[in-house]
T-cell receptor
């Protein structure tokens, strides 16, 4: 699976959009971009994933560049409860029994 | 989706003793994964547990230290043997299902 690069930490004001970038310049054509987050002392939680089209769900939006070498996770109206470590993972899609490899992630702090 | 439970949720153990962590999934899965998360760190895969065969361990983890059982398709155990303070971590059970990875709530282990 391709490697990803994320900033170590970011701050965001409560109520504003949080934009978390991720670089994955070696991504292959069949690899998806996944985002997970881990709120303190809990197991990681799935947020969203996509292949090449932008995706949106009730939690977030995922914007993938046309060359697929980078992506941005957008939390449209960040709340204090969104403070967490956010992991960007690139992985072949499908239920192939492969685990997800977690990098250090981005520590997002939502400030009041 | 998959709902995963772990027991115990936390424990404080003396060095030199062993602790067995249980993981129960609400549906049948082929592979189950065990992760370790040391304080302030990201997740590290310990091993992959297949039903009916030996677990596959990642580099740096050995069966004598972390024996794993997988008696059926919904259950697994991880034992942390001969514990030392360096084993103080959160241990997480996980499965992959339909392109998403699901995590249990984790077991917080403190070794004194």
């Amino acid at each position: 699976d391709a490697k990803t690069t994320q900033p170590t930490s970011m701050d965001c004001a409560e109520g504003r959009a949080a934009n978390l970038p991720c670089n994955h310049s070696t991504i292959s054509g069949n690899e998806y971009v996944y985002w997970y987050r881990q709120i303190h002392s809990q197991g990681p939680q799935y947020i969203i994933h996509g292949l090449k089209n932008n995706e949106t769900n009730e939690m977030a939006s995922l914007i993938i560049t046309e060359d697929r070498k980078s992506s941005t996770l957008i939390l449209p109206h960040a709340t204090l409860r969104d403070t967490a470590v956010y992991y960007c993972i690139v992985r072949v899609g499908g239920d192939y029994g492969q685990n997800f490899v977690f990098g250090p992630g981005t520590r997002l702090s939502v400030l009041p | 989706s998959a709902v995963i439970s772990q027991k115990p949720s936390r424990d404080i153990c003396q060095r030199g003793t062993s602790l067995t962590i249980q993981c129960q999934v609400d549906s049948q899965v082929t592979m189950m994964f065990w992760y370790r998360q040391q304080p302030g760190q990201s997740l590290t895969l310990i091993a992959t547990a297949n039903q009916g065969s030996e677990a596959t361990y990642e580099s740096g983890f050995v069966i004598d230290k972390f024996p794993i059982s997988r008696p059926n398709l919904t259950f697994s155990t991880l034992t942390v043997s001969n514990m030392s303070p360096e084993d103080s971590s959160i241990y997480l059970c996980s499965v992959v299902k339909l392109s998403e990875q699901y995590f249990g709530p984790g077991t917080r282990l403190t070794v004194t």
